[in-house]
């Protein structure tokens, strides 16, 4: 992996259209899989909207963007029971590398800039959640420290989502 990748929180002078159409690229071996990951079909505007109660960090490499992670710190969602949704835990979402640069280290590299910055916000745990059907995914995490926590369903994807935590 290149030394010339630099990890920085997204700018206001970043393009969300370049961010959006990274989230595509990332997302598409999922699509592929009949996997509906809201970053697969998402346009700008869910993208800003996404991003707007988030930490989100961006990979670039000679200005361009070439991964990102959205980190959301702890906040209770009104609308759901889990112990996922009650403001207990931080999580991330929307983490995606550029197709290019997976398998080259880049992924984890982000994945650790998030939890020290968790760990900066003196969080304990950190979660996210995937496709029960993303395999790769779940085993990927796994050997990461994360740990099944929970299912989950959403009513914008056509899979359940396995939620995995991981103690900081």
Request: with cysteine; net charge negative; glycine share 6%.
């Amino acid at each position: 992996m290149s030394d010339d990748i630099i990890i920085r929180p997204l700018s206001p002078d970043d393009s969300l259209e370049e961010l959006t159409e990274l989230l595509h690229r990332a997302y598409k071996k999922l699509a592929d899989m009949g996997l509906r990951f809201v970053a697969t079909y998402q346009d700008v505007t869910v993208t800003k909207r996404r991003i707007k109660t988030a930490d989100c960090f961006v990979a670039e490499l000679d200005g361009k963007l070439i991964g990102t992670i959205a980190f959301h710190r702890p906040r209770p969602w009104t609308d759901r029971p889990t112990d996922y949704e009650q403001g207990k835990i931080a999580h991330f979402a929307q983490f995606a590398i550029n197709p290019e640069f997976q398998s080259q280290g880049l992924g984890s590299r982000m994945l650790e800039h998030v939890e020290d910055f968790a760990r900066s916000l003196g969080l304990s745990q950190l979660a996210f959640d995937t496709s029960e059907n993303a395999q790769h995914l779940i085993d990927w995490y796994g050997k990461r420290g994360y740990k099944f926590l929970q299912y989950i369903d959403w009513e914008v994807t056509n899979y359940r989502s396995v939620v995995m935590i991981k103690d900081l």
